[in-house]
């Protein structure tokens, strides 16, 4: 995270309250409330000047976040953060973070900094278990304005949600809930950057998922990325039976079908096959689709002559130079 330089009265740098929201994964009024009502605010006010946060300030807030994540109600959790000096027992988070920017933080090449993914992929988690609809917004808008949406699903997003659903795994059906909140949450976020005149005009792509198949999120995302890139696309969702997407192709006359199976079980290859042969278009110059198969349920089944790129980042590639020939 970028660290302000703006001394905060005592000559230490100090963060912006939107930047310590992005950290902790809550959003900007939680904190400004939690000043007013509990007294959490900076320990240190410069005159005239926005109000900064120090690594002791927010290690209390950090212990408020662990507290009311566990239920405990916020005016205990804000005493018990105020006299509180180490971290809540079980927290494996460190209270404080040195300002200087370690190695791991410096930008890698076509990606944002590693830490700083990491700092927006856990805020992004945190909110998600405390059902903090307000914050888990706003941080999704905010990866994906700094990161832009590609490197935003591929650092960000997606691990989030992998994390999330291992912690359903282990826990025994326990944080169903919080599966099921993120992922409308990020739904909403990749819609509100598909823009609606894109998505109507005649579709250069197809986007659908194979028959019983039912995560549509990936393809939500191949959705904005190409519409942040001008691609008309057409979204089909999730489970489209072999009939209705037959004739989705032959309506629509796509130069792409990109076709999403999470699982080898609904992954079909005389599927992706037969939409690969089909053709439309007066005789004599009839055109047909080029097929992508997208997701892990392919992997080791799919044809020559079939696209199969690894990631969000390829299949976008892909789809726009096949739509610019």
Sequence with gaps: MKVSQEADGTGAPGLTTGEVARRLGVAPTTIRSWHHRYGLGPDTHAGGRHRRWTEVD???????????????????????ARVTTAPVAGDARRTSRP??????????????????????????????????AAALDEL????????????????VISPTLRAVGRKWERSGERYVEVEHFLSWHVSGALRRRTPAAVADRSAAAL???????????PL?????????????????????????LTAAVRRTGPAVVALWAQSRATASRPLADHVATMEWGVRGARRRPMVMTLGPGWSGRT???????????????????????
């Design 58 to 80: 927010v290690a209390r807030l950090e212990r408020m976040c662990v507290l009311t994540g566990r239920g405990v109600p916020a005016a205990e959790a804000a005493r018990l």
């Design 99 to 132: 300002p200087s920017r370690s190695r791991s933080e410096v930008p890698q090449a076509g990606g944002p900094p590693i830490a700083e993914a990491r700092r927006d992929s856990r805020a992004v988690a945190r909110a998600a278990l405390r059902l903090d």
């Design 140 to 155: 999704l808008e905010s990866a994906i304005d700094r990161h832009g949406l590609v490197e935003a699903w591929g650092e």
């Design 207 to 217: 986007l659908a998922c194979v028959p019983g198949e039912n995560h549509t999120l």
């Design 220 to 244: 939500e995302a191949l959705a904005a990325a190409l519409a942040e890139h001008g691609v008309p696309v057409r979204m089909f969702g999730a489970a489209v039976p072999v009939e209705s």
């Design 303 to 325: 044809s020559a002559g079939l696209l199969r790129p690894p990631g969000l980042a390829e299949a976008v590639a892909e789809v726009r130079a096949i739509v610019a020939c």
